[in-house]
């Protein structure tokens, strides 16, 4: 049985997707400071910064079924990232390989205004 090379596209482009937004959320748009002399020992982690909560914000996240390990990776991985942040929410849906229902899932996030 082949299958469609269109769904696999499909498919492929909302975990890219998903995982590219969960990426973008997680990033900062301040420069990176420049630094003066090289530093003797590694700096510590410093506090706040980026890792400060902030305004609340909704994430919408569909993947295919995690029939494949590297699917069931990048949905672990985007809720275990989402639990540590006490102003990141996750929405994530049923995962499925049906096409119809992971289009009927995606506009169910656009309506929600994830």
Sequence with gaps: MTQNPGRRGFLFGGAVIGAGALITACTSNEPAAQASAPAAAPAAAASGGNDAPGDKVVIGFSAPAADHGWIAAISKNAADAAK???DVELKAVEPTNDINQQISAVES?????V
């Design 109 to 113: 996030l656009i309506q929600a205004k």
């Design 84 to 86: 540590q942040y006490s």
